[in-house]
């Protein structure tokens, strides 16, 4: 496999993952990029579509972190399937990745500043990965020229 395929396999591997794991006391809830699952039973799906047009309104700001993530993800997405075609720029699929991880780290960091609650940042750890991986040899490569 190419590297180009080898890179949009890697960004797409982050959408299947839960991008955090948050640990209130009793129960562990999983987001993910679709939605958030307790991981407790009764085990429910909420959408990322219910969570931000019925679920939101008067809750704190950190809370839309995870969606703005979700577009910042699918950008990033879409900026590495253009690699496949020859036409992608590295630089903008890692600084849409490293927006991504942001977000969802500033969703973790609110939830770990409420009392009893341990949060698992997966994406933002993943993210880092892939950015250093497969995405910072090319933009270093085009920042300073192979030197």
Do not use: C, H
């Amino acid at each position: 496999m190419d590297a180009p395929k080898r890179r949009l396999l890697a960004v797409l591997s982050l959408g299947v993952l839960p991008w955090n794991l948050v640990g209130a006391p009793g129960a562990w809830t999983a987001f993910l990029s679709v939605g958030f699952v307790n991981l407790a039973p009764p085990r429910n799906l909420v959408t990322i579509y219910d969570y931000v047009f019925v679920f939101t309104g008067g809750l704190p700001e950190y809370l839309l972190a995870w969606p703005l993530g979700l577009l910042m993800y699918l950008a990033a997405l879409g900026a590495a399937a253009l690699a496949v075609f020859d036409i992608e720029d590295p630089r903008v699929t890692a600084g849409l990745l490293a927006l991504f991880a942001v977000s969802q780290a500033v969703f973790a960091r609110g939830f770990a500043s409420r009392p009893g609650y341990t949060v698992v940042p997966v994406a933002t750890i993943a993210a880092a990965v892939v950015l250093w991986w497969f995405y910072w040899p090319l933009v270093r490569e085009s920042v300073l020229g192979g030197r």
